[in-house]
């Protein structure tokens, strides 16, 4: 299987990565408020990098605010397996010394968007 880096950037060279074992998913860089996110397209849903959105996309704002306007929002994250951390790791989007990373989906994510918009001093 081949996985292949897509999105709205376009086929990132060199970033086709071959892994084995079954893996039901495909990966790609989207751009949200300016900033290039690496997601996974698991199931028809992309899924984001909890990690990534909390270290790019809301560094200005404190971890357990974001964990509070998660938990009013009913925001849940779910672990990624083995091959979907290794491809976070191959485009980037988690350290390659993660050696665990949790997914947040594209709806959840907008939605933290919007509830996080007043607390950024950038936004």
């Given at each position: 299987?081949?996985?292949?880096c897509?999105?709205?950037l376009?086929v990132v060279p060199g ?5 084995s ?7 790609g860089?989207q ?9 996974l ?8 990098a909890l990690?990534?959105?909390?270290s ?10 974001i964990?509070?306007k998660?938990?009013i ?10 091959a979907?951390?290794r491809?976070?790791?191959?485009i ?5 010394r993660?050696?665990?990373c949790s997914?947040?989906s594209?709806?959840d ?6 509830s996080?918009?007043?607390?950024s001093?950038?936004r």
């Amino acid at each position: 299987m081949f996985l292949t880096c897509e999105g709205t950037l376009g086929v990132v060279p060199g970033a086709t990565m071959d892994y084995s074992g079954p893996a039901n998913f495909h990966a790609g860089y989207q751009q949200i408020q300016g900033i290039n996110l690496g997601y996974l397209q698991i199931g028809g849903t992309q899924m984001f990098a909890l990690a990534q959105v909390l270290s790019d996309l809301f560094k200005d704002i404190p971890r357990t605010t974001i964990s509070k306007k998660m938990e009013i929002l009913k925001i849940k994250s779910r672990r990624c397996d083995l091959a979907e951390l290794r491809t976070l790791k191959a485009i980037n989007s988690v350290p390659t010394r993660a050696v665990k990373c949790s997914l947040i989906s594209k709806a959840d994510l907008e939605a933290l968007c919007t509830s996080c918009k007043s607390l950024s001093p950038r936004r």
